[in-house]
Structure formats: structure tokens, C-alpha cells
């Protein structure tokens, strides 16, 4: 893991002084609301539906054992006992007083941590796949790059008052686990035929209204010119991009309107950077900065690779089904032999997606500690990963997951949900996702129910915004306002990018939307569709491409009649 220099140090320290100074000529009166809201925000501190929301940066989603024991922390001392993962790999906090904020900033730089530049119209935290520096089949490591780019972006003064947030996503596997293609720039490590790296790079993509994938911009960016071409995409954007009117600030509307015209200004301005470095001002990164930050990820102390080879093929005795699995769901390759990573689940009943108590981070802390190196990484999925477990552990460090509620062995399957918290604590939001999300677990405890459904990703969002990405997931729900009533809009289809999912495309909406008590009854017809229209070992999605939207949109309107009939019964 990156550990801060002195700079780094004095960096956020000074920043949350800044803070403090800026709440407290807030709260005295002698700063506005409106000059105020825009200096929070840059620290991540919104006003939501019924207190301050926190949000909290967890850079490319690493994170130490002492920093979740803080959070743990800070969620039982000012806020009421839990926190949420995002699917940003950030940590929110829903009921922080206002007044305590700038004593949460100063907790947070303690550890090594903050909430710059989470939110606003900035470069926001970039993210990456959870699986970084661990995968088999990753070509190049991204965490140095995202370190660097992270440095680089923190309050860059051009880059803080753009159309709109600015959100970068950066992979370095075969796989794409981190959905670049749904983000404003998306970068792809590889390498050329010369051996040579370098980046993918990927522009324009994006959820909420308008969902729209990226269009790839250049095939092949030597890494040295990173900073360099993300500084003309961002330039040209700060340029044309609209500021009339915030549903279309985006740069995906400015990439789809302009096409060609927004690929050619961003190599002009490219190549006018470079040009003009008479000074050696260009962001091109030195040889030596990228290695100075790569040795934070060496393999860490304490991974011992001989001691993990001589434990390998230790036999686990007795060992009850569920032990298998959890194998089977929640353990994952390793690039590294005798070594594996394992997925803390916290997808349970009576409990939010991604929602996290203090107890539970404190046991993670612990598990951290004692099985991964004090190291955890923050999923896309809103999950825990241990990065580092000894295969000699495995059967050990699943009777402690299972003691805490983290072993559930649902990793990629249907209760397995992405949601956002929703109309419970957002503004924005247009319908509640948590109840939406607990209906659904509900139904499906069966394990043997759920294995034999298979790999199927829900998303769910309580609005437009797409937080909870649902234009992404194989069966999207969506929060829709209605009347002033809660509907749901049910999409099929979607998908981030990943190998089970096919190229990122987004999902096609089968029919009107359907009340909250509807939803549980609706996916269940469209999962009990599939299983009745599958061919042999055939997975959801690949179904549904196969056989089209029709059958599904048969089904639930089906439910929609039922429940009408139902409804219209009662009435007499």
C-alpha cells in the first residue's frame, strides 16, 4: 500500500485546518450558505434528505486495518454505528452532525485519509480493480499509476470548477473488473507488440440520463504522457462543455454531439502541450517518480512465499459443505502460489448492500490483520477483499468469516446486489432501493435455489443518477417518481464490462414500471423465465441475448394483470 511522505501529510492536515476554518466561519455566521456549500462539497460533505452525508475517499479502493478500525471510529463516536461502501470503493456515513465535521476531517488525517475531491465538479477518486497487483491474469499492476494520477489531480487549480464531475477508472488485467468503459476516461493497461506500455484510452462514457459507453480515443498512450493526454481531455471539456444545463454536462454528451471534432481538439491540445514544454513543465511522468511510488506495492511484509508452498495441499478434515462453498463463491486465483484472495461477503438479510457496522469493521480489521497483512480492498460490488491469505489458512479464516457474517457464499449471484441507499437518505432520490434490496434477499435464501440460478448481477438505484448503476446490471431496477408514488423501471441486459458479462452495454427496459410490491414478484418472474428458456449450462445473460426481451416482457406483465386483479378485488 502507498504510504504518505511528509508532504502527503502535511498536505491533508493542512486541508482539514483549511476546513475547520471555513465550518466554523459558517457556523458563526460570517460565511454563506452558498459560498459555503461549494468549499464543503470540495471535501465531501453533502446535505442530504435528513442529515449531512460524509464521503470519504478510499483511493483505488486499498485500504489498512487501522484505517477501517478508524472508520469503525468515526461511525460509533459521530455518526449511529455503521457506514456504507459505495460502488466508488468509497465509504459514506449518512448522520454525522455538520458541527462535528471538521473533528471527523482531522480523524481521517490521522490515518491517512480524507474527503477531498469526492465530490463536486473535479476529478473525483479514481478507482480500479479490487483485484489489482494480486490477479493472474493482470499485465501491469495500475495502483502506481493511480497513485500518481491521484497525486496530480488532488486540487489541480484548472480542474476544480469543471461542467461537471470527472470520474477515471483504471485496469490492468485481461479481465476488466473495473468497468472503464461507464466512466469519463477509462484507461486499460497493456502492453504493444514491442513490449512496450502503455495505456488503452477511453473517453466519454458514463450512466445517469443518458447512458452511453466510452469511445476509445487512442488504441495505445506510452504511460510517460498519461497525465499529459488526461490534461487535454479534461482542457477540451473545461472548454465546450455545457454549463447551462447540469443534465447536460457531462463530457459523454460532448463526445456523442461532437464526435470526431472532440477526438481532434483533444490531440491538438495534446500535442500543443508537448510541443511547448520548452521548460520541461509538461506532466510527462519520469522514470524515477514511477518507481518511487511502485515500491509501496511490492508484494508486503509478511506474505511468505516459501512458507506458503511448503503449506500447500494441507488437507482440511471433515470439512462441511458450506466450507466448499464458500471455495467455490468467495476464494479467488492468485498470482502468487500457496496464495489466494478471498471476498468478505456483506450482502446479508436485515442489512443494506454495503452497509457496514462498527462491530463488523472492527472484526475486518481483525481478519485483515491476522490473515491478509493488515490489508483489505474495498469492491466495485460493495464488498470486503482479504488480498493476501495463505491457502493453509483458508478453513480457519472461514469459521472467523462465518462467526462475523462475512461468509456467505453468494459472490456473483443473485442476492449478491449492487444499491444505492436511496430515497432513505438521498435528496435526489426518486424511490427507496434498500427495502427493494431486503424484499428480494428475502426471497432468495435458498442457496441451492441460487446456485442453481447461477452467475446473475442485480443493480439497483433509487434514481436517474445511477448510482446504484443499474444500466449496468443483467436485471437493472430503477426508482422512478410517479404521482408522487415509488415506482420501479425493470431493465435487462446490461453489463460493466466483465468477463461473464460481455462487452459494457446497457440494459433495455422490458415494459412500464411496476409499484414497490410488484418488484420482488416481477424478478422473480424474469429469473423464473430464464430458467424455463435456458440451454444447457447457460448463463442469464447469455440467455437473454439469445432469446431477445419479449418472454421476459410476457412474464412480468403477467404480474402486472395478477396484481391488478388482485388489487381490484380488494377494492369490492
Not at 483505488?60 to 459521530?78: D, F, N, P
Request: include cysteine; hydrophobic fraction near 40%; aromatic fraction near 8%.
Amino acid at each position: 500500500m502507498y504510504q504518505y511522505t511528509e508532504f502527503d501529510e502535511r498536505f491533508v492536515k493542512q486541508r482539514a485546518a483549511q476546513f475547520r476554518d471555513q465550518l466554523e466561519r459558517n457556523l458563526a455566521g460570517t460565511l454563506s450558505e452558498d459560498d459555503f456549500r461549494a468549499l464543503r462539497l470540495q471535501n465531501g460533505w453533502y446535505i442530504q434528505r435528513h442529515a449531512p452525508m460524509a464521503r470519504i475517499a478510499v483511493p483505488y479502493g486499498e485500504l489498512s486495518s487501522k484505517q477501517l478500525r478508524r472508520l469503525a471510529h468515526i461511525a460509533r463516536t459521530y455518526d449511529r454505528g455503521y457506514g456504507h461502501f459505495t460502488t466508488r470503493q468509497n465509504m459514506q456515513f449518512n448522520w454525522i452532525p455538520l458541527a462535528r465535521a471538521a473533528d471527523v476531517m482531522d480523524e481521517l488525517a490521522e490515518v491517512h485519509m480524507h474527503g477531498i475531491q469526492t465530490s463536486g465538479n473535479c476529478i473525483r477518486n479514481i478507482t480500479s480493480d479490487a483485484f489489482a497487483g494480486i490477479a493472474p491474469d493482470e499485465v501491469i499492476d495500475p495502483r502506481p499509476y493511480c497513485e500518481v494520477m491521484r497525486q496530480w489531480s488532488s486540487l489541480h487549480p484548472e480542474f476544480a470548477f469543471l461542467p461537471r464531475k470527472f470520474k477515471i477508472a483504471v485496469t490492468g488485467a485481461a479481465e476488466d473488473r473495473a468497468a472503464i468503459a461507464w466512466h469519463d476516461v477509462g484507461l486499460h493497461l497493456l502492453r504493444n507488440p514491442d513490449g512496450e506500455v502503455g495505456f488503452k484510452v477511453l473517453v466519454g462514457g458514463g450512466m445517469g440520463r443518458t447512458p452511453i459507453t466510452g469511445t476509445v480515443v487512442r488504441e495505445f498512450l506510452p504511460w510517460q504522457q498519461i497525465l499529459v493526454y488526461i490534461e487535454a481531455v479534461v482542457r477540451v471539456y473545461n472548454r465546450y462543455g455545457r454549463r447551462d444545463n447540469m443534465y447536460k454536462a457531462r463530457i459523454k454528451i460532448l463526445v456523442k454531439a461532437e464526435g470526431q471534432r472532440f477526438i481532434d481538439a483533444v490531440e491538438r491540445e495534446f500535442q500543443e502541450i508537448l510541443q511547448h514544454d520548452v521548460d520541461g513543465n509538461a506532466h510527462l511522468i519520469p522514470q524515477a517518480e514511477l518507481d518511487r511510488v511502485a515500491q509501496y506495492f511490492d508484494v508486503p511484509d509478511g506474505v511468505d512465499l516459501k512458507a506458503a508452498k511448503d503449506a500447500l495441499g494441507t488437507p482440511v478434515a471433515d470439512a462441511p459443505p458450506a466450507f466448499h462453498r464458500w471455495l467455490e463463491r468467495n476464494v479467488h486465483a492468485h498470482r502468487l502460489p500457496g496464495y489466494r484472495a478471498v471476498t468478505l461477503s456483506l450482502k446479508r438479510v436485515g442489512q443494506a448492500p454495503g452497509d457496514i457496522t462498527d462491530a463488523q469493521m472492527e472484526a475486518a480489521a481483525d481478519i485483515a490483520d491476522r490473515y491478509s497483512v493488515g490489508e483489505l480492498r474495498v469492491t466495485h460490488d460493495q464488498n470486503l477483499v482479504l488480498p493476501w491469505v495463505r491457502e493453509a489458512d483458508l478453513y480457519a479464516l472461514w469459521q472467523v468469516a462465518k462467526a462475523n457474517s462475512f461468509a456467505t457464499p453468494n459472490i456473483g449471484l443473485l442476492t449478491d446486489m449492487i444499491a444505492c441507499p436511496g430515497g432513505d437518505f438521498c435528496a435526489l432520490a426518486n424511490a427507496r432501493s434498500i427495502p427493494i434490496a431486503e424484499a428480494i434477499a428475502e426471497r432468495y435464501q435458498d442457496l441451492d435455489e441460487l446456485y442453481d440460478i447461477g452467475d446473475i448481477d442485480v443493480h439497483m438505484s433509487g434514481c436517474i443518477n445511477s448510482c446504484g448503476h443499474h444500466h449496468s446490471g443483467h436485471i437493472g431496477i430503477l426508482g422512478v417518481d410517479k404521482d408522487g408514488s415509488e415506482w420501479y423501471q425493470i431493465t435487462l441486459g446490461g453489463s460493466d464490462g466483465s468477463a461473464q458479462s460481455g462487452p459494457s452495454v446497457a440494459g433495455k427496459v422490458i415494459g412500464p414500471s411496476f409499484s414497490a410490491d410488484e418488484v420482488p414478484d416481477v424478478l422473480e418472474a424474469v429469473v423464473e423465465t430464464y430458467r424455463s428458456q435456458r440451454a444447457a449450462n447457460e448463463r442469464f445473460i447469455d440467455t437473454v441475448k439469445r432469446i431477445g426481451l419479449e418472454p421476459f416482457k410476457t412474464a412480468t406483465n403477467a404480474v402486472r394483470r395478477t396484481t391488478g386483479q388482485h388489487n381490484k378485488a380488494l377494492a369490492a
